[in-house]
């Protein structure tokens, strides 16, 4: 079974530095997708960024970026230029590509504090 | 934008006693799904289901829990005879269909509290 772990339970930054949340994952998979999902204060989790694992190249989205290792299954979530509203809980996600699994497997969450 | 709405925000029930979780998918999505999330832990796959029947479900979804579309907006979540451990959050999702082109989106969830 997949299993993903984010070693940070919180994390703090100074509004406009830049943040990296850590995120393993273990598989026997070699196709798969990942997924950062941001859960603010409303509780309403968001999808920030995705990753799929035969792409090489790192997603981006604004100023979210990944730093995808596939070697290393590390999966790691970069928000360059912080802001106030970064707030939340972020959550990494693994998704099976084979065997038709629909189900995220997701970490247990790094709580974000932006200082401002 | 369209949002996946979840009814109650909080549910307090008596251990022992049924209870109905409501969501409203996003209108055009296809496939819907419920997690958990147990205070202090993971958020847990629960229950997947598409065309009125369940695709996929996982070691915690056992005979007390069960899933229905009783019409065309909305996707419950009926848990029986409640325990304790039972409290926890429970998330609704939905997606237009599966893919990585396809994301999951989330409701802000249901609170659920056994006494």
């Known amino acids: 079974a997949q299993t993903v772990t984010q070693s940070q339970p919180e994390m703090s930054v100074q509004e406009a530095e830049t943040v990296t949340l850590s995120c393993t994952y273990d598989t026997s998979e070699s196709d798969y997708y990942l997924f950062w999902y941001k859960q603010p204060p409303s509780r309403q989790m968001i999808l920030v960024i995705r990753q799929e694992a035969y792409k090489q190249q790192n997603a981006t989205e604004n100023r979210f970026s990944v730093n995808f290792q596939k070697a290393a299954k590390s999966f790691s979530l970069k928000i360059s230029d912080s802001q106030l509203g970064d707030a939340a809980m972020y959550f990494c996600a693994y998704r099976s590509v084979e065997g038709g699994s629909e189900k995220l497997v997701f970490g247990k969450g790094t709580k974000l504090t932006v200082n401002p | 934008e369209p949002e996946v709405t979840q009814t109650p925000s909080h549910q307090v029930t008596q251990m022992g006693q049924e209870v109905i979780l409501r969501c409203v998918p996003i209108?055009?999505?296809?496939?819907f799904y419920w997690y958990r999330q147990i205070l202090g832990q993971k958020v847990e796959f629960l229950v997947s289901?598409?065309?009125?029947?369940?695709?996929?479900k996982s070691e915690i979804f056992d005979d007390q829990f069960s899933v229905e579309r009783p019409d065309g907006s909305n996707f419950t979540l009926k848990i029986r005879s409640t325990k304790l451990e039972d409290s926890a959050m429970y998330f609704c999702?939905?997606?237009?269909?599966?893919?990585?082109?396809?994301?999951?989106?989330f409701g802000d969830g249901t609170r659920l509290s056994i006494l």
């Open positions: 209108s055009n999505h296809l496939y």
């Open positions: 999702a939905s997606s237009e269909q599966t893919g990585f082109n396809q994301p999951q989106h």
């Open positions: 289901f598409y065309n009125n029947e369940i695709s996929e």
